[in-house]
Each structure stands twice: as C-alpha cells, then as structure tokens.
C-alpha cells in the first residue's frame, strides 16, 4: 500500500534561519507531488506541485522553493525564513491531477 | 475569484442531529472533479469522496451522503445522526484544468463542525 511521511512534525525556527521539509511517498512511482500551506484558521493554499521528477509549478511567489530531486521525494526550501512564512504544511500525493490526494500529517512551522 | 466557496466558517450542533456542509464552485470546464476532505484535530487531511462532473448521482456512505448539482454548481455534504467524532473541519475542493493543461486542486475554506455531546 502506499504512504507518505513527512517530517519534522512541528518545527520552530528563527527569523532569517533557512529552512528545509523532506516529503516522501512509498507504493507507488511518478506520483503528483504537493506542498499546501494552511494559516491558522483557514483554508489550504497550493505553493507548489510537481508531475515529475525537476519539473515543478509555483502556484504563488514567495519566500519558498521546492525541489525534485527524486521520483517520491519532494523538499520545501528557503533560505531565509520571515515571520510570515509560519503555518502548517502538509505534502500530498496523488496518482493523477484528477484523482484524490493523500495527504501526509503535516509540519507546523512557528517562524519566531 | 474565488472557486471554491464554503460560506460556513463553523457550524455547532448536538449530537444527534443532521448537519449539512455547503460548497459552491466556479469554474468554466466541462470536465471537472470535486472532493470532500475531513481535517480532524491531528491535522492529516482524509479523503471521503471524488465526484466527476458527469456523474450527478447522489451519494451515500454510512451516515454521510453528498448532493451534487450542476445547475446551482453546489456540492453539498450531509452528515446524519452526528457524533462527536464528526468534528473537524471540512474541505471542499475542485479539480480542474490550469492554464498549462494540468489539473490542480483547489480548496475551500474549510467549514469547521463542532458536535456537542
């Protein structure tokens, strides 16, 4: 069967500190890979998605990058963390775009 | 514009009760796909359905049933006979053609569902 891990599960770092969360998914190959960020109290917003490995969208510009670098790993980056990159952030996975998604349990990042 | 509307920020009831989670969408694709996610206090977002646009049967699993109509472009969800392990906050999302040809998923607020013993 197939699964997704995440991690850390929680996570506070400094202002300006970089930061790296690892996502990676077991059972299948080439899946979709997401990264969604959720701010306290509201809705998920998609930062980026990935059909591939090295191929990935940006869904809004920011402080934040991801990367590819192999079939099931997808890795959210940035090198100098703002306050208002704080929030929780889950990975999913899914075998098409117009298939459901499977999320992993999620990062809560406290930029302090 | 937003896509994915869940007008309901939080919705209180007894245990017991029914309870209907509303979610209206936009979009200008014919082909589309919409899912309900259950996000309970852990955070991990489960999935519960995925309804294509051409299949406007309505569905029910267990205590929980879902109401699709193109015409009002709603896809509601009824939980019947709530309990307290119904709450969480629930997702609504659609799936649909971006301007790069992929589909992508977008959400709504969330609704979140407090069942009071």
């Known amino acids: 069967s197939q699964t997704i891990h995440q991690w850390p599960a929680t996570l506070v770092q400094p202002v300006g500190s970089p930061l790296s969360l690892e996502c990676t998914v077991e059972g299948t190959s080439n899946p979709n890979l997401y990264w969604y960020r959720q701010a306290a109290g509201r809705g998920l917003q998609l930062l980026f998605y990935s059909v591939g490995i090295g191929q990935i969208s940006s869904e809004v510009p920011q402080n934040l990058s991801a990367s590819r670098p192999q079939d099931r790993q997808f890795i959210l980056s940035s090198k100098k963390l703002l306050l208002s990159d704080s929030g929780f952030y889950l990975c999913a996975w899914s075998v098409t775009t117009i298939t459901e998604a499977f999320f992993g349990q999620g990062t809560r990042l406290t930029v302090v | 514009?937003?896509?994915?509307?869940?007008?309901?920020?939080?919705?209180?009831?007894?245990?017991?009760?029914?309870?209907?989670?509303?979610?209206?969408?936009?979009?200008?694709?014919?082909?589309?796909?919409?899912?309900?996610?259950?996000?309970?206090?852990?955070?991990?977002?489960?999935?519960?359905?995925?309804r294509n646009s051409f299949d406007e049967q309505n569905e029910i699993s267990g205590r929980y049933s879902w109401n699709f109509q193109k015409s009002t472009s709603s896809f509601n969800f009824t939980i019947t006979a709530s309990q307290v392990v119904d709450s969480a906050v629930y997702f609504c999302a659609l799936s649909e053609a971006s301007t790069s040809g992929t589909y992508k998923y977008i959400f709504g607020t969330g609704t979140r569902l407090k069942v009071l013993a």
């Open chain 2, 1 to 50: 514009a937003q896509k994915v509307t869940q007008a309901q920020t939080e919705i209180s009831v007894v245990e017991k009760e029914d309870v209907t989670l509303d979610c209206v969408y936009e979009t200008r694709d014919t082909t589309y796909y919409l899912f309900w996610y259950k996000q309970p206090p852990s955070g991990e977002l489960v999935f519960l359905i995925r």
